[in-house]
Structures are given as C-alpha cells and as structure tokens.
C-alpha cells in the first residue's frame, strides 16, 4: 500500500507537458512565451512544467493530443494578440487542460492565472474539454464499481474458502453434483445478488440525489454482467490458493483494498 499510494498516487507535478500554440508574431507574444518558458518552480529538483512550442494547430487537434496524453495543458496564443495588447484592448487566451488529472490541472491553471493577472487585460479561458463533471457525476459510478467488485470478490471467496474450512465443500463434491455445477451456482447467485445491489444503488441516486444516466441502459447492464463474473472469478481463484477464510480476508484486502482508489470514487 505504501509503494501504491506513494509512488502511484503522490499528488505531486513534475515535468508537466505544456504546448504553447503561439499564432502571433508580434513582440508581446514572444514576451509572454519567454515567461512561462522562463518559469523555474521545481519540486524536490525536478522542474514543475516542461513546456513546448509551435504554431498554426487547431483547438480541435490540441484536444486531441490532451486526449491522447501527450500534453496537460495547451495555451492557445491567437494571431492579434500583439496588436490587442499595443492597443490595451482586452484579450481572451485560451488553455486546454487534461481535467481527468486534478492535481495537475488545477496547478496549471492557478500559474497561468497568476502569469496573466500581471497585464490586467488579459482574460483567461478555460473550457472543460470533458463536459461539465458534478461530483456525483463520477461517484455514483465508481461507488456502484466498488460495491460490485469487492462483493462479489469477498462473497464468493470467502463462501468457497468457508466450506473448504470447514468440510461442506468436500462433502458436497462427494455427491453427484458435478464441479462445474458447483462453480456455476454459485456464479449465477452472485450474479442475481450484485445486479440486484447495483439496481438498488442506482434507484437511491435517482431517487435521493437527482442522479440520470443518459446512456444505454442495456449498455450498461452488459458491463455489470461482464464486470460481475469477473469478480466471481477472481474470487474463486483466490479462494483456491488459501486453506482457511483467515488467509483468504488477509489475500483479498491485499487485492480489493487498492481497488478503491482506482474506480473513480474520489476523483474522476
């Protein structure tokens, strides 16, 4: 957990990859490239951004590339910023950022902000490239991810492990129930009962929290189905690598612990 949090999940910005699309030719722009260029903050000796440069790129291509992960913000210099700037007219910059990555987006906005806030006339712009995300808008989800996975990862595990324990299991391989049909019961119940957990979580979001889902409901029905039996699986294989359901509580917070920070229940 240590190396997982510490070295996965630090929080910390290092070498952000910054594109400047620099459409001006003028003085002023250049100034302003050579300042954020110039822009020296490091953290524990390594500089915070790393920043490049270019012209005559589309906002449409520039999404693309944040998209892509190449880039974690990209400041979009139009042509008559030179020329807005000699006239101290007001002008509006915009910058692209990977909002996927809080930490990160939100340094470079405050810098940016910070940078420009020194002319006074300049604005700047930051639209969301991934829509408008609420909170609840990734919660719901990551929460139902979690609930099915670590339940039906514990549930089937630990019911197999029990009955290995304590006998049952072996005394009902001895009857003529066939193994498969073993797997395949207790695969079916675990299917019924998580679908079941999801449906009843996605109702208390609707009916609590306003919460819409405005994709396919068969869609997602699918991803249950598909995500469920995954997390029977992986329950039985760990259920048959321990002997006692100690061992297999101390096998499965070793696995379903980390999860919970992958599912997008406290960040999207």
Known sequence: MIVFF????????????????????GRASSSLVQEIGSYT????????????????????????????????????IPPDYSDSIAKNESMTLTLLTDSSDVTTSSV???FMRQLLAKTGSITLNVPNIYG??????FLIPGVI??????????????????EKEDGTLVRMLMTPVSKRSVILGKTIYQLILQLGRAVILILAAYFLLGFNMNG???LI??????????????GIVMSTMVEDMESFFQLNMLVTMPSMFVTGVFFP
């Open 6 to 25: 510490g070295y996965g999940m630090g929080g910390t910005v290092k070498d952000a990859p910054i594109l400047i699309i620099n459409d001006d030719t």
């Open 41 to 76: 903050a490091k953290y524990d000796g390594n500089p915070m951004f790393s920043v490049t440069y270019t012209k005559d790129m589309s906002q449409s291509e520039a999404e693309s590339k944040i998209d892509a992960g190449i880039y974690k913000g990209v400041l979009i």
């Open 108 to 110: 470079i906005i405050n």
């Open 132 to 137: 408008n995300l609420e909170y609840l808008d």
């Open 145 to 162: 991810a979690l609930t099915v996975f670590m339940g039906s990862v514990a549930t089937t595990g630990s019911a197999i492990a029990g």
């Open 216 to 218: 396919s409901w068969l």
């Open 221 to 234: 029905s699918l991803v249950l189905v598909i995500f469920t039996l995954g997390g029977v699986g992986m």
